[in-house]
C-alpha cells in the first residue's frame, strides 16, 4: 500500500506565508512526478504546481513568483512553500505522486486526504 500524507495547512492573514509538506510511504518502488492541486468550493480542483523527479517545475499562471515547488527525493516529499498568500488561495490543498510500486512496472496516481489552506483577515 502507499499513502500520501500532508501537513502544513491552516489559517493565515492575506499577504502571509505558510509551508505545505507531504510524504509518500509504503511500498515504493520509484516516484515520477510529484506535486500539488486544490480545490477551492464551487470550482473544479485545478493543478498548482508539479515537479517531475527530475526535471523543470511547473505552477499555475495564478500561483507564479509566489508559490515554490520542491522535493527531498530521499525523504519521497514534496513541499509548497506558499508567499504573498490571497484570499483566493483559499482552498483544500491536495498533494499526488505518481508512483510505480515495489515489484512493479506501471505508475499510478496517489492522492493525499488533503489540508485546508485559509486565507482571511
Known amino acids: 500500500q502507499v499513502q500520501l500524507v500532508e501537513s502544513g495547512g491552516g489559517l493565515v492573514q492575506p499577504g502571509g506565508s505558510l509551508r505545505l509538506s507531504c510524504a509518500a510511504s509504503?511500498?515504493?518502488?520509484?516516484?515520477?512526478?510529484m506535486g500539488w492541486y486544490r480545490q477551492a468550493p464551487g470550482k473544479q480542483r485545478e493543478l498548482v504546481a508539479g515537479?517531475?523527479?527530475?526535471?523543470?517545475?511547473n505552477y499555475a499562471d495564478s500561483v507564479k513568483g509566489r508559490f515554490t515547488i520542491s522535493r527531498d527525493n530521499a525523504k519521497n516529499t514534496v513541499y509548497l512553500q506558499m508567499n504573498s498568500l490571497k484570499p483566493e488561495d483559499t482552498a483544500v490543498y491536495y498533494c499526488?505522486?505518481?508512483?510505480?510500486?515495489?515489484?512493479?512496472?506501471?505508475?499510478?496516481?496517489?492522492w493525499g486526504q488533503g489540508t485546508q489552506v485559509t486565507v482571511s483577515s
Open positions: 499526488y505522486g505518481n508512483i510505480v510500486r515495489s515489484g512493479g512496472r506501471i505508475a499510478y496516481v496517489y
Open positions: 509504503g511500498s515504493i518502488g520509484s516516484i515520477n512526478d
Open positions: 515537479m517531475p523527479s527530475g526535471g523543470m517545475t
